[in-house]
């Protein structure tokens, strides 16, 4: 089973995708986060950051390289990642090639899960990367959005979370104050991500009208990112449920309920 989330950078989808997945291996399922990245916060006097920073680089190189020079699935993981960018081009060249580096690795980590027995949460899957994509954009027309996720390979459901502007702009501005100068490289400016709230608006609307499996949380405190959790594990044990004509498998016996 794959599962995505998608919403405003900010908005708490990595903390809640790590969440989800110790509450489902805590009630005995096989449950993990792909391809989830957190930046480093500065620790003492002295900024380490740029360090991490080239050591991030040479391993998406060397990630990147590995993807290519492999034989299988390279074709079909490259062409996603070229059409994508093709399509909702950002303007920047620095955030074009993190783009189409992370939806190449994206491509290749989503081919693995769907293997797999595991119940796979990507905190930034395709529904993710094409919000991205359209942020750095600044001008994506709906009909180019819909394209881009009917190329897209689909999770069995995806979660959107909801959160207030002004709590998303806080945690970002703590976060710049917080990580080293290095990695702001990698990190949009507070007003791009500001503007992203319509436009991942446009993206749960296209989602929902194709018939997408979508379900919508306000994860804002621990109660109620408490609800939220219990909401989309039900989920999660409806559809093994139906996947396997009974009761949902727990550990060494569970079923994938990814698409056909």
Request: net charge positive; aromatic share 8%.
């Amino acid at each position: 089973m794959i599962i995505e989330l998608f919403g405003p950078p900010g908005c708490g989808k990595t903390t809640f995708a790590h969440a989800l997945a110790r509450r489902l291996c805590g009630r005995g399922f096989r449950a993990k986060v792909a391809l989830s990245y957190q930046a480093s916060n500065r620790s003492g006097p002295f900024d380490l950051g740029i360090f991490y920073f080239i050591l991030r680089i040479a391993s998406a190189m060397f990630s990147t390289s590995k993807i290519l020079l492999s034989s299988k699935g390279s074709g079909n993981e490259l062409s996603i990642s070229l059409s994508m960018v093709r399509l909702i081009p950002p303007k920047r060249r620095i955030w074009r090639a993190r783009l189409w580096q992370y939806i190449l690795h994206l491509s290749h980590c989503w081919d693995q899960a769907k293997q797999s027995t595991e119940i796979i949460i990507f905190d930034q899957g395709y529904v993710q990367a094409i919000g991205s994509l359209a942020m750095f954009n600044g001008g994506s027309d709906t009909v180019a959005l819909a394209k881009a996720l009917s190329l897209a390979p689909e999770a069995d459901f995806a979660v959107r979370l909801i959160v207030p502007p002004g709590v998303v702009e806080a945690r970002l501005r703590h976060r710049m104050e917080h990580e080293p100068p290095a990695e702001r490289i990698f990190e949009a400016d507070p007003n791009i991500n500001m503007r992203s709230f319509g436009l991942f608006e446009i993206i749960n609307n296209i989602l929902v009208e194709s018939d997408r499996k979508v379900i919508s949380i306000a994860p804002l405190d621990d109660q109620s990112t408490f609800k939220s959790i219990s909401r989309v594990e039900q989920q999660v044990i409806s559809m093994l449920s139906q996947a396997d004509g009974g009761p949902a498998a727990k550990k060494g016996a569970m079923t994938s309920a990814r698409r056909r």
